[in-house]
Structures are given as structure tokens and as C-alpha cells.
């Protein structure tokens, strides 16, 4: 089995290779992971390293931490070497913000779990923090590293360090320099270096820093953002904004070979330590395994990252997948249970050019409605102030391709940027209906109408109703539970709607600031409208008496109901961080209170229903039963609160085998009948005296399970494994003879086995105990088609298991 290792914020991800699964969350630092390295001593063991000062040595097999080794200082990166005993390279930060330097940590070696690391050893100064910007060489005889214009390499023997220089002047010919990458050939005094002008350049004789020498390869157009040579350093890897991995075979120009339209600039590259396999990471968090024929062979996805999140967090009714901007023009659909992207529905369907002086289409607003049923779009384009391109599209989901087809397409909806858009999602509502806010001044109500031909079955949307309230810019708006009423905000103002007549009922205005967000209550609070000021003021008013219920100074960034209960979680933004609040409309008594849930701005919020709800009894984590709340940071960060560790959520087929340590661990040993052994001796005696011995229950057996999940190329032939499989599902209720019992042997009272284990289907019998040595073991007598069946696995040849 093969791992890809990934740092994600304070945990290291482990992946299996052939099947794409997270098999692991190393879980322990308490800040970011900056860096993580195979332990050159032990392949089945990983060092990492944090800005938490410590550096960690796991056993990534089984998930357990070994030792930490407490260094005293911030760690900002992690290199090893075979010939460096017991030590490892860290880059940290001294004194200025902007001085790195590399040095050797010495680990000592202590049965402890934590030890301290105070040892160091200065190897270079003056150099990048980044990991790409250094890398060691001909096996460990040297290190190079690069920062600006400079490469600097340092040869361990001679304890000499060499330095050259590029020219760094503004005319055009040198303006783009700068060294951005580094990697050195695992067997020779070779040196690769990327640049910001897409050159790769070979260094060559650089212990003399006068008859030194390069070569250039130029394929890359942008910055050449990571370079990776192979194990046996036959060829060199790079990578950059193209989102092309290009392979320089013996560092030549003219044997190049490409794999292209890898969908996002790739970011880092790495080799497997066997050679045979290439791993990029890319820029909207995707990883690529790929063969070393160039052929990629998975895709492990992860939360797209965009430039901007404009659609907020939504939650899609039918697939509960979580819906948010993913490629450019793209709504990524994300499970969030198994922690997956599911698909990409294309919104713009246009090709998309990676210019950055390209004014591009944004997907602005999206909304479902009717139960999953409708998706509403609003995408946007604006090269000058008075050129803006608006367009609404509504999709309707198709049961027969189950996706989303385009439904009606609006261009110019509004004469200005659409604020916001809702549905009215109301059980009893009869006909679809969606209002859009704009910054013109209106707000529409579009109705699903029949726009048919003489056939009647075509439907579409068109506008039904516009409504203005003195030519405020409008900017929120919102359906009550039973969607009765509509809320919409106009500046500072709140105006209620009759959804039927749409006639104004009235109007809420504090002059506490423009609206920034507005909601309504649910179920017994469906009486509340709450809306929140830029100003920082949150307000409730009481839509029966028509007056201020109560307001509270919360500078809230996001609001959040929960649909399956009467609570909000508000988000509010301070100069520590940012804080939670959970409450309930119809008292100001927050109901759960979290101080600094992340130390960068949240923009987005969500709960999420849960299939099965929890039963948390303590007050604080009430508000979890029925939802799960998610946000997103600034740094497009998506954060939970959960009472399990990441590692505890895994369920991957490693996971799912919770059979006890007296338990044989492999479904051929369940299949081929052995029996559970005896623990302890009084166990046993009690069972003997008062009941027969029951086997667990067939939906309870970890073999089924861990058989239906175990890779077909190591199992062996179906038919071999059909029948004795589908008996161990079956329930027995044959009984044994008097004939096949022993005259020494009495059975207890005659009981009908309700579970068994797989192997086999019967009643177990027991020895009289007068007559029993309670230190040999129980025999068991076995009908004529068990032995039949036995007979049948002594003549099969297990020579292939060896193998395994």
C-alpha cells in the first residue's frame, strides 16, 4: 500500500493511493504543520514539524503518535537526511521578522513521550522560509538554497558555503530573475532552479565560484512554481500556472514529454521513494497521483478554492452536499460526510482564460428553492462603471439525467448589481415563487408560469411584481416559515409584504445603520424578524405588536437560522477574533457563547441538518442536535463544531473492523470455522452453568463487512467464496439428534441460536461439567454438511496467500 501524505492547518492527512481514501488524521500539533518528512531510518514512520515549536514522530500506519520533540522556537520547515544521524533540519526565525535561517536539530534519544530538542547546529543564513527554496544534494553532501537573486550552496565536508549572484537589474532583459524554486540531483553535483521568468537553469561546477556554469530550459511562460527531480535523477519535473507537469528527460531541451489540462496551477511536486509514482498539489486544493509513464491515475479533491466566495455557504435539499463557488464559473456540489467532492455543475458554460488582466464573468448569487427542485443564478460582468452585464438563470432539476438542466435564462434582470435573491420555500406554497433584490432600487417577484406552446408542457419564469420603497437601494430580503410574509430591506429601513397581494404592512426603521443581514424566526419564534446593522446594532422586532422586541451592540459578519429548530448563530467580528453566539429570538439570553472560534474573519455560515440526531444533555451542546453548524474564513478555511476527533469521523474499511483482540482479524478465518477462544475461566464456568455459549450477531460480524470491502485482486474466486458466504447469513433451526449426541456428554435445555458467527449456522453443545477439564478446550460437534464443506477447503490450494 502506498501513502500520499497532506498538511491540513494543524492535522497531516494520509491517503491511500489506489483507492483515493483518507485512512488516517495525524492529530496532535496545536498550530499550523509547516512541514512533514518520511523518517529515512523507518519508511513506516513520519516526522512533522509546526509552528507550535515541537517537532512530531508518527507511526502513520496505525495513527499514533511516538514522540514530540519540544524545540523551543517556531519551526517553518522540515528536512531529513540519511546520513544524518539522529538530526534534523528546521528553518526558523530569528530575531528580525524577515531572517530565516537553516539549522540541525539534534533528537536525543529518551523512552520519554516528550522531549526537549535544545540542540542546534547553524547550517545558512539569509534564506527563503518557503520548503521549495532549499534542498540537499548527491546524498546529503551538500544544500543549496535560494532567496531573490542569490543561490547559496553549503558543502557539509568542507564546512565551506559558495555564493552566486544573478543580475537584478530593472531593464527588461534581467527584471525577472528571481529564483523561485530549488532542487538538487539525488546522485550528482547538479543544481535545478526555477525562475520568475518561467527558465529553469542547471548548475553545474559550483564548488568553484569562478568556474561554475548553467544551462537554461525554457518551456514555462509564468513563474516556475516547483521542481522535483526523480529518484534515480534520470529526469527533472516542473510545474507552474500553466497547469501542465512537464518532464525533462537527462535535462535536455528536446526530450520534453507533457501532461497537460491538470486543471489548476500546480503548486508542489513530490516522488514517491520507489520512483514509480508523482504526486502535484494545485491551487484549488487537488492532489494528483500519477504514474510515471505521465498517465494520472487519481484525483483526490478537496474544498475548491476560488478567488472570491460570492454565493455564501448553501446546503442542496436533495444530496445535503454543501453548494458554494468552486472553478471559475462553476458551483462545486461537496459532501461533507465523507469529506468529497461530488460534482461540478458548469453555470457560465464558457471556456475560461487564465488571464490575469482579464476582466471575467463572476457567479455572483445562487439560491435553491422548492425543496432542491430549482436553482437560481445571477452571474455578472463589468469592464467600466457604466458597462454591466447581469444575467439570471434558472435550472430545474432533471430526475432522468439527475443534474440540473437550464430552465429560463433573464438578462439585465435589474439595471444595477442584484443584492440578494430567495425563494419562498413554504410547504404549502402552490407556486414557485422567487424575489431578487438590486442596488436600482427595486425589488422582483418572478413566478413560475406556463410559457408553452400548444402542448402545454413548458413552463418559465417571468417577473410578476416590482416593488420600490423611495427609491432605496434594496439589499436583503427574506420569506417567513409559512411564507406569508416577505421582508426587504432598504437601506436603513425594514419593510413586511404581504406574499399574496404584495401589499406593504408595514415598516421597521431604527437609524441604526443600512441592513447588513435579516432573518425570521422559526417555529415558536416565527413571530421575530431580526435584522443587523453596519453600525454593529442587532435588532428583533415583534411582527404582532409591530415594535422593537429588543436590541443588543453585536457587531454581526454573519447570521445564520437553523431549519430545524428555533436557534440563530450570529458571528461577530472584534479586534481579538472572531466570536459565536447561539440564541433564540424570543429572548436576548445568548443560549451558547465561543470566544475567538478562529483568529481570521468568517464571511460565511450554515447549518447543516443531521440525518440522525444527536441526544448531547448538556446545555452547551443542545443547540447540535439537530444541525451542525459550518464556516468559512477568510482564507476560505471551512471549520466545524464537532464532539469527535477528525480521526474518530474516519470510516474507512480499517476502521470498520472493531472486532475484539481474541477474534481472528481476517474474513477467511471467520469463513473457515474457528471458534472464539476462551478467556478467562470464570467466563466460561458461568456460561457453562447457565446458558449456551451465543455468537454475535450476523449484522454485528466485522468479517462481512470487512469481506464485501476487501479489494477483488487478493480475494479468490466467487464461486469459491459464494457458498459458505451466504450461509453464514442464515439463521439455523435444526437441532441435534439424540443419536448425534456422546453418552457422556449431557446437552442443556434445547435452544434455538438466534445469532451466529460467519462460519457456520448451529447450537453449540457442551461438555457436562462433572466430566469436563475446564483447561482443555470445548469440542464441538459438526453436522455431515459441515464436514462436507470442510472436506471441500482441505482440498483447495491456499499457496496464493503466501503472496499477500
Excluded at 540519511?82 to 535561517?101: L, R, T
Excluded at 526555477?194 to 569562478?210: P, S, V
Excluded at 437550464?406 to 415563487?433: G, Y
Aim: hydrophobic share 35%.
Amino acid at each position: 500500500m502506498v501513502y500520499v501524505f497532506c498538511v491540513s492547518g494543524d492535522f497531516i492527512k494520509v491517503y491511500s493511493t489506489a483507492t483515493e481514501e483518507c485512512v488516517h488524521i495525524l492529530q496532535g500539533h496545536r498550530n499550523l504543520v509547516t512541514g512533514i518528512q518520511l523518517n529515512p531510518k523507518n519508511h513506516l514512520q513520519l516526522y512533522s514539524c509546526s509552528f507550535d515549536s515541537t517537532i512530531k514522530l508518527w507511526d502513520y500506519t496505525d495513527g499514533i503518535l511516538i514522540k514530540t520533540f519540544i524545540v523551543g522556537c517556531k519551526l517553518h520547515a522540515l528536512f531529513t537526511l540519511d546520513c544524518a544521524e539522529d538530526s534534523v533540519f528546521v528553518i526558523i526565525n530569528k530575531e528580525k521578522p524577515d531572517v530565516f535561517q537553516l539549522v540541525s536539530v539534534k533528537l536525543p534519544k529518551s523512552s520519554s513521550q516528550e522531549i526537549e530538542a535544545k540542540e542546534l547546529s547553524f547550517v545558512l543564513d539569509y534564506i527563503n522560509q518557503s520548503p521549495k527554496c532549499i534542498a540537499f544534494g548527491n546524498e546529503g553532501e551538500y544544500v543549496a538554497a535560494v532567496r531573490d537573486f542569490y543561490l547559496s550552496v553549503y558543502f557539509f565536508k568542507k564546512k565551506t558555503t559558495s555564493r552566486f549572484t544573478l543580475s537584478s537589474s530593472r531593464n527588461k532583459k534581467h527584471a525577472k530573475n528571481n529564483f523561485t524554486c530549488v532542487a538538487c540531483h539525488p546522485k550528482e553535483d547538479c543544481i535545478a532552479t526555477g525562475h520568475r521568468d518561467g527558465k529553469i537553469r542547471l548548475w553545474r561546477n559550483f564548488d568553484d565560484e569562478k568556474k561554475y556554469t548553467y544551462t537554461c530550459l525554457h518551456w514555462h511562460h509564468d513563474l516556475v512554481m516547483d521542481l522535483a527531480f526523480s529518484v534515480t535523477g534520470s529526469s527533472l519535473l516542473s510545474g507552474g500556472r500553466e497547469s501542465v507537469l512537464v518532464e525533462w528527460r537527462e535535462a535536455a531541451e528536446k526530450n520534453k514529454e507533457f501532461l497537460p489540462r491538470l486543471g489548476a496551477t500546480i503548486e508542489h511536486i513530490s516522488v514517491s521513494p520507489a520512483g514509480d509514482l508523482f504526486c502535484t498539489s494545485h491551487s484549488d486544493n487537488k492532489m494528483i497521483i500519477i504514474h510515471r509513464n505521465l498517465e494520472a491515475s487519481a484525483v483526490i479533491q478537496g474544498l475548491v478554492k476560488d478567488r472570491n466566495i460570492f454565493t455564501g455557504l448553501m446546503i442542496d435539499p436533495r444530496t445535503k452536499a454543501l453548494v458554494l463557488n468552486g472553478k471559475p464559473g462553476h458551483l462545486q456540489f461537496y459532501s461533507l460526510q465523507s469529506d468529497k467532492q461530488l460534482y461540478n455543475l458548469d453555470i457560465i458554460q464558457q471556456e475560461y482564460i487564465n488571464d490575469y488582466g482579464l476582466i471575467q464573468i463572476e457567479l455572483t448569487k445562487a439560491a435553491f428553492g422548492c425543496y432542491g427542485n430549482w436553482l437560481a443564478t445571477v452571474e455578472q460582468r463589468q469592464e467600466k462603471e457604466t458597462e454591466l452585464e447581469l444575467q439570471m438563470k434558472l435550472w430545474t432539476y432533471n430526475k432522468k439525467t439527475q443534474g440540473f438542466v437550464l430552465n429560463t435564462k433573464v438578462n439585465m434582470p435589474h439595471e444595477d448589481h442584484i443584492t440578494a435573491l430567495c425563494f419562498c420555500n413554504a410547504e404549502k406554497s402552490e407556486n414557485p415563487t422567487l424575489v431578487t433584490t438590486s442596488k436600482d432600487g427595486h425589488f422582483k417577484v418572478w413566478i413560475l408560469t406556463d410559457d408553452s406552446d400548444i402542448y402545454k408542457k413548458a413552463v418559465g419564469w417571468t417577473c410578476d411584481f416590482v416593488g420600490s420603497y423611495h427609491k432605496y437601494q434594496a439589499t436583503n430580503c427574506c420569506f417567513s416559515e409559512d411564507g406569508s410574509l416577505l421582508a426587504v430591506s432598504f437601506e436603513e429601513i425594514v419593510t413586511i409584504w404581504d406574499s399574496e397581494t404584495w401589499e406593504l404592512k408595514c415598516t421597521f426603521c431604527q437609524r441604526a445603520g443600512k441592513i447588513r443581514h435579516l432573518c425570521f424566526g422559526r417555529l415558536t419564534c416565527s413571530k421575530y424578524l431580526l435584522g443587523a446593522t453596519e453600525n454593529g446594532i442587532l435588532c428583533c422586532w415583534n411582527l404582532l405588536s409591530c415594535a422593537l422586541e429588543w436590541s443588543a451592540k453585536l457587531n454581526v459578519r454573519v447570521m445564520e437560522p437553523d431549519p430545524n429548530s428555533e436557534n440563530i448563530a450570529a458571528v461577530s467580528q472584534s479586534s481579538m477574533g472572531s466570536d459565536l453566539f447561539v440564541f433564540r429570538p424570543s429572548e436576548p439570553r445568548p443560549l451558547y457563547i465561543q470566544k475567538n472560534i478562529s483568529r481570521e474573519e468568517v464571511q460565511w455560515g450554515v447549518f447543516v441538518p443531521r440525518d440522525v440526531p444527536e441526544s448531547f444533555t448538556s446545555e452547551a451542546y443542545q443547540w447540535l442536535n439537530r444541525s451542525q453548524f459550518y464556516f468559512l474564513t477568510k482564507s476560505q478555511s471551512l471549520l466545524t463544531f464537532s464532539t469527535q476527533s477528525p480521526e474518530e469521523k474516519l470510516t474507512p474499511t480499517s476502521k470498520q473492523l472493531l472486532a475484539e483482540e481474541t477474534l481472528p482479524t481476517t474474513p477467511f478465518y471467520f469463513i473457515l470455522g474457528k471458534h472464539r477462544q476462551q478467556q478467562q475461566d470464570d467466563k466460561l464456568n458461568e456460561a457453562l452453568e447457565n446458558e449456551l455459549i451465543q455468537l454475535p450477531l450476523t449484522e454485528n460480524i466485522p468479517a462481512i463487512s470487512e469481506l464485501l470491502h476487501t479489494p477483488a485482486h487478493v480475494l479468490p474466486s466467487a464461486s469459491f467464496l459464494c457458498s459458505m458466504f451466504v450461509n453464514s447469513l442464515l439463521l439455523s433451526k435444526e437441532t441435534k439428534s439424540a443419536e448425534e449426541i456422546p453418552d457422556d456428554v449431557s446437552m442443556e435445555e434445547e435452544k434455538e441460536s438466534v445469532d451466529s458467527d460467519e462460519e457456520n449456522n448451529f447450537t453449540e453443545e457442551v461438555q457436562d461439567t462433572n466430566n469436563t477439564d475446564l483447561g482443555k478446550d470445548i469440542i464441538h460437534q459438526l453436522s455431515k454438511s459441515e464436514e462436507k464443506e470442510l472436506r471441500k477447503f482441505r482440498k483447495v490450494d491456499y499457496s496464493w496467500m503466501t503472496a499477500l
